[in-house]
Structures are given as structure tokens and as C-alpha cells.
Nanobody, 115 residues
């Protein structure tokens, strides 16, 4: 059974930094893409950043220049370095891996940016 487990969420002041990590288990294949999504209260889940085969990265406009996605080339693991955090970055952050025609999601980790 494929499982993705996120870690690294928490409470931080505006301007602070957090690093999220996600690693998959139970796979015998490499994900085609891995990425991060987030969902704030009362809002739909949205893409934050994704890294696809070949190393291409896509970011939401709202996080460009502040967040950096990286992936372990040998494992189904992905990280998100979040700098200069803003109040509006508060959300549950989900890791997603795509492989063999399926999407696999983590359980989510809470990121709260507060004064």
C-alpha cells in the first residue's frame, strides 16, 4: 500500500521559515511528479509547487521567490522550503505523488502563520 507522510509543519511568525518534507513508502516505482498543495479554511485545495520528470518546477504565483521545491533523485521524497511566510500562507499542506496513472496523497500537515 502506497503511503505518503508529511512532516515539518508548525506555527511561525510572519517573515519566518519552515521546511516541509514528504516521503512515500510502499512503492516499487518512481513517481512521475511530486508536489505540494494547500487548503485554507473555506477555500479549495490549490497547487503550491510541483516538480516533474526532468527537473522542471512549477510554482503558484503567490509563492514564487519565497518557496523552493526539491526532490530526492533516488527516493520518492520531496521537500518544500518556505521562506518569508505570510499570514495568507496558513493552510493544511498536502504532498502528492503521481505515478502509474494514479495520484497518491499524504494526510496533510498544518502550517500556521500568526503574529
Amino acid at each position: 500500500q502506497v503511503q505518503l507522510v508529511e512532516s515539518g509543519g508548525g506555527l511561525v511568525h510572519p517573515g519566518g521559515s519552515l521546511r516541509l518534507s514528504c516521503e512515500a513508502s510502499g512503492t516499487n516505482f518512481r513517481f512521475t511528479s511530486m508536489g505540494w498543495y494547500r487548503q485554507a479554511p473555506g477555500k479549495e485545495r490549490e497547487l503550491v509547487a510541483v516538480m516533474i520528470s526532468g527537473g522542471n518546477k512549477n510554482y503558484a504565483d503567490s509563492v514564487k521567490g519565497r518557496f523552493t521545491i526539491s526532490r530526492d533523485n533516488y527516493r520518492n521524497a520531496v521537500s518544500l522550503q518556505m521562506n518569508s511566510l505570510k499570514l495568507e500562507d496558513t493552510a493544511v499542506y498536502y504532498c502528492k505523488g503521481n505515478g502509474q496513472g494514479h495520484d497518491y496523497w499524504g494526510q496533510g500537515t498544518q502550517v500556521t502563520v500568526s503574529e
